[in-house]
């Protein structure tokens, strides 16, 4: 809570990783960043008031996030990007400034009963051909 940069980085994990439980709030980037990690779970977090996006997947990546709070963050709830894969199992996002969840460069993931309250957009893609996911209630 209150850090200078991300709340939670986890860089270059290749076993499992998994944050489970935690409440990740007021950090200047974004609540988690995770980069090169090859199977890491958060389960029941709750991430706000990120400067940035709250949880922020990136490098290839390949992450699952379930039953997890993201709300009021300054960018994007969730952000997947660079040939990452995300898969959100339920959980709310919600009053992020950004998208709810936004896909780009490459990323891909599934939804899968994800709630969503006051988001300019709920789920954005691009470029729309680059970028595949599956949204289901």
């Known amino acids: ?3 200078k940069k991300h709340g939670i980085f986890v860089n270059e994990c290749k076993g499992k ?3 489970s439980g935690d409440t990740i709030k007021s950090n200047k980037q974004c609540g988690i960043a995770v980069q090169k990690g090859n199977n890491v779970t958060i389960n029941s977090a709750k991430i706000s ?3 940035k996006n709250g949880i ?3 490098k290839k990546s390949k992450v699952t ?4 709070t993201v709300s009021n963050n300054k960018k994007d709830g969730i952000y997947s990007t660079l040939s990452s894969t995300t898969n959100i199992k339920k959980g709310t996002v919600s009053k992020n400034k950004g998208n709810g969840i936004y896909y780009t460069n490459k990323a891909k993931g599934s939804i899968n009963g994800v709630k969503f ?3 300019r957009k709920r789920v954005f893609t691009s470029p729309k ?9």
């Open 117 to 119: 309250r006051k988001i």
């Open 65 to 68: 996030i379930n039953k997890c």
């Open 56 to 58: 922020y997947i990136f």
């Open 129 to 137: 051909k680059s970028a595949k996911s599956r949204l289901q209630k």
């Open 1 to 3: 809570t209150g850090n």
């Open 49 to 51: 008031k990120s400067g």
């Open 17 to 19: 990783s998994k944050i």
